[in-house]
């Protein structure tokens, strides 16, 4: 058995540490490229979302690498996630792989389903080799995304742009690097110092953005065109609720003992949306609700054909609370100059806005 999976921001580095650690056979597939669009695109139905598509795309990549199991995220929600993997699947063996997608189901199953589909992928290794892999996973899961909010924050107000990403890079490598809790403990350390010291416009208050939409768009860069990024030549510190990390540790631990850290959110959402819509729809409403006086404005990440997040949109343009929503629709035609003017415009209105003293900040 070798396995596989499509990327989605950094998550492949905690599985590669967990298989590594496991002894499991694993290729991970080239990060995302125009090939793997082009791959993607080519063999799916037309109107599927990119993050179908893309996926599609990267675990073609992964089988053409010799992958024979390859890893879906899944769900039972009321999108077209659940279906992903079975037709991603159909989709494979027509192409004439011999592989099987297997549904991550973390939705369903939770932390003891995922944990039994490790065992599974192990070839039945005891749990006291799973349980240490597992959390070692975790942790640098956890020492990416602290990192990454740091660099959130410094790209806006850097005096040379760019050096919190190249930092961030480097970083990113040796987390991938380290192979115990001490040196995963030192790297991130060292990095957030690092970025600490980064020579920063002390004066210069940046304007804040918060980025909502849908999990996938929001947290891969190749399909969002790295809007934060882009967003932090452009002087914007961003704000994202979504980081794997969190989703893992509500998902997989809280959300099962009755902790829900959406019940914040879905009830700000309450006098517009009053129940779930599918995928990420009720928390991009809510969000607006909740961050409309903490932020300039807001980038809406959605799918393009993506249900949930078009009634959201709808919705967000319509709601009382006042602050600017910026949608971009995510597809493979979307192009980085259009979207770089899009963004330049609205930074322009929420700069007039804040001079003017329209928002509430
Ligand atoms: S939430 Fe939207 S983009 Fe994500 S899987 Fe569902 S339909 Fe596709």
Redesign the pocket.
Known sequence: MRVGLPHMGNIYIPLKALFQRLNVDYVIPPAYNQRTMSLGVKYSPEGL????KLTLGNLIEAAELGADTLLMAGGYGV???GYYAKIQEQILHDLGYDVEVVNLGVSERKLFGLLELIKRLANNAPWSKIIPAFRFGLAKLGALDRVERVVQKVRAVELVKGTANKLFTKAINAIDQADDYATLKQVQTDYISQLNQVDKDAEYKPLIVGIVG?L?VVLEPFSNLDVEVELGKLGVEVRRRLFISEWTKFSLFLNPLGIDETERIHKAALPYLKRDI???GWESVGEKVLHSKEYDGLVHLA?FT????IVARNIMTSTKENIPVLTILCDEQIAKPGMLTRLEAFVDLLEHRRRAGNNSR
Do not use: S, V
């Not at 993506?306 to 997040?309: A, G, Q, S, T, V």
């Open positions: 979302c990119l993050p179908f999108c077209r996630l849908e996938y599918g995928g990420d799918p993506c249900m949930p997040e």
